[in-house]
Each structure stands twice: as structure tokens, then as C-alpha cells.
């Protein structure tokens, strides 16, 4: 893998310092830039484009889903991890919409955060395991009177959907199924398509949420 930049915005100077000490240290990571809250990174945009972000969620003067949002709708490639102390379902869905491809949690194991990176990269979800977990639980208890949507999959799809719900990268995917990585990128643009999702974390929610998946 080549070289990566990655933006830090957060807005405790602390947790910065430490995670950017952290990231320094990874082979994957050409350079690394701070912004302590969504307007000083927006505008740090114009002169630096990041290939990954890792933004907090609750920041002061503009929080995390208002910067995505904005960052995003300019740069609609742009890959968005959120960065959370908190458990609230709101959140993560307003994120999920935002456009963030991934999720950590501020307590996470450096292990974990390398994992996250790596995934999001290669064009996957990363949640980690405390959020799934969350998320279905939430869904167990809200919407079991929920009429289940009707979508159609073939047993490979339903194969597929399972291991991205785990978080299995697309190579990873095919090894385990022994199919062609091409064979899982159309499967996965396939699912998208049939669940009218627009990338594969809401993929994820909408396959926890209409229980296409037994996670």
C-alpha cells in the first residue's frame, strides 16, 4: 500500500497528540494533520487532501456530522472514520448518512485503529466490535414489530453480506469462498443496489436492521 496522509480532527489537544505519536509510527503513513474542530478542517481542505479522515463526532464551533457532510458533498471520495466516546444510536446514523465509512470508538487498542485504517482503505466498513454489538441490540429491541423489508438474495449474496458484516475485506471474501475478488466486487455492488444503499457501512445497518444477516 502506498503512502497515506491522514487528518486528525478532533478537539482535545491530548487525544491528538497522542493518536498522530501513535500513527507516526505506522509504515502506511506519509503525513498527518490536526484540526481541532470541523471549520479549521474544512478549511484546511484547500490545501490539503487527506486520504483518510478520522473525525470526532461532539466538537465545538462545528461538530463531526455537519464537517463529513460538507467534506464530502466537495470531495464525494473522500473516506471519513468517526471517532466516539459515546454509545447513542443517533449519532452513528447521522454519520452513516453523512457518508463515514467507518467507526472507532476513543478507547479502541492502537491494533484496532491500524485495522480500521487499512479496511476503509481498501474500500471497506470498519465498526468496531462494541458499536455492532450496540447496533444490534438496538435493532432487536426497536424493531422487532417492524415489517422486514422484502429483498431477494441468492445464497451467495447472503454468504457475501455475512462476512462484510464481520468486517472481511474483498480479498479476504473470496479467499474464504473461494471466488474471484471481481466476483465479490459485483456481489457487493449488487447488494447496494437491491437494499438501495449508498455505501457499505449503511449497507451494514440495513442488513443488521432487516435481519438479512444473522451477525
Sequence with gaps: MEKINIYLVDDHKLFREGLKLLLKNLDEINEIWEASNGEEFLKGLSERRPDLVLMDIEMPVMNGIEATIRAIEQYPEMKVVALSMYGDEEYFHKMIDAGACGFLMKNSDFSEVKKAVINVLQGNNYFTEEILNMLINTFKTKHQAEAEEEV??????????????????????????????????????????????????SLVIYAVKHKLVDV
Design 152 to 201: 431477494s438474495l441468492s445464497d451467495r449474496e447472503k454468504e457475501v453480506l455475512l462476512l462484510i458484516c464481520k468486517g472481511l475485506s474483498n480479498q479476504e471474501i473470496a479467499e474464504k469462498l473461494f471466488i474471484s475478488k471481481r466476483t465479490v466486487d459485483h456481489h457487493r455492488a449488487s447488494l447496494m443496489t437491491k437494499t438501495n444503499t449508498k455505501n457499505t457501512a
